[in-house]
């Protein structure tokens, strides 16, 4: 079952890289893909997932130019996530749900960090996907949406949407269903921020944004929310567990 979910993440990192390029552009998913240097449509045999970048050593099979490692690191990550579904879902029909969720938010995070935004249609596929997920392992808690969506809804009220847009309080939304308690909401916020501030502290110091850039978040949150359902509850639990342990030394 483990080779099955991680050669079904493969394939579907495959398409996942189809609605990277496209969708920014607008362009129907339909149709063949092609080379984005010289429009050549690729055969069958350069759509093995990782195996024909690897065979073809990145490059073109028609122009030679060089292909982005986009390609085979999307496909990669794909098959990884939908093995980590496997440990983290309760069920094998939790664990197909989850990791289609996990792709899309794979595929919402790297386009964010291209373009700067989020494109409502794999918002609202992951919402969807989500919401099934909590429902098929019965972990659902108002506060967590109250946490989640509240904490991204009073930034963009008070910025007037400067600091955040519309698409970021829409991922909170399948982000707060997807991990369902406060706890892991509360650690998602708490991981995505510290690594979001930890990668503008080294690009200011590179020079390589300045003050005035903007950098997406939406991969911060990605990663927060992997965090979160790998070792969320536990490192919460630590937490709590050393909060009141404190609290109780102060007491005494």
């Known amino acids: 079952m483990s080779l099955l979910f991680f050669l079904c993440g493969l394939v579907f990192g495959s398409f996942g890289n189809v609605l990277i390029y496209r969708l920014p552009l607008r362009r129907s998913i339909q149709g063949r893909s092609c080379c984005p240097h010289c429009g050549a449509v690729l ?6 997932p ?3 970048f690897l065979l073809l050593r990145g490059k073109c099979s028609a122009c030679k130019e060089t292909l982005s490692l986009q390609y085979p690191l999307v496909e990669l990550a794909s098959g990884l ?5 496997l440990s983290i879902a309760p069920t094998l029909l939790s664990a197909a749900v989850l990791a289609l969720a996990l792709w899309l938010l794979l595929i919402i995070a790297v386009i964010d960090a291209y373009i700067q935004g989020i494109p409502d249609v794999l918002s609202a596929f992951f919402i969807t996907l989500s919401c099934i997920y909590t429902v098929l392992t019965g ?3 108002p506060l967590a949406f109250l946490i989640g969506i509240g904490f ?3 930034q963009w009220l008070l910025s007037k949407g400067e600091w955040i847009g519309t698409g970021d309080i829409l991922l909170a939304v399948g982000l707060s269903a997807l991990l369902g308690t406060w706890e892991s909401v509360l650690f998602m916020l708490f991981f995505a921020y510290i690594t979001g501030a930890a990668v503008a502290a080294v690009l200011l110091l590179t020079k390589k944004l300045t003050s005035k850039s903007h950098i997406a978040f939406g991969p911060f949150l990605a990663l927060g929310t992997l965090a979160a359902l790998l070792v969320g509850e536990r490192m919460m639990s ?3 567990s050393s909060l009141q342990a404190c609290e109780g030394l102060l007491q005494f």
């Open 238 to 240: 630590c937490i709590l």
């Open 139 to 141: 972990e659902l808690q």
């Open 50 to 52: 990782v195996v024909s």
């Open 152 to 154: 991204f809804a009073l």
């Open 81 to 85: 996530l939908a093995l980590a579904s």
């Open 43 to 48: 055969r069958p045999q350069h759509l093995v």
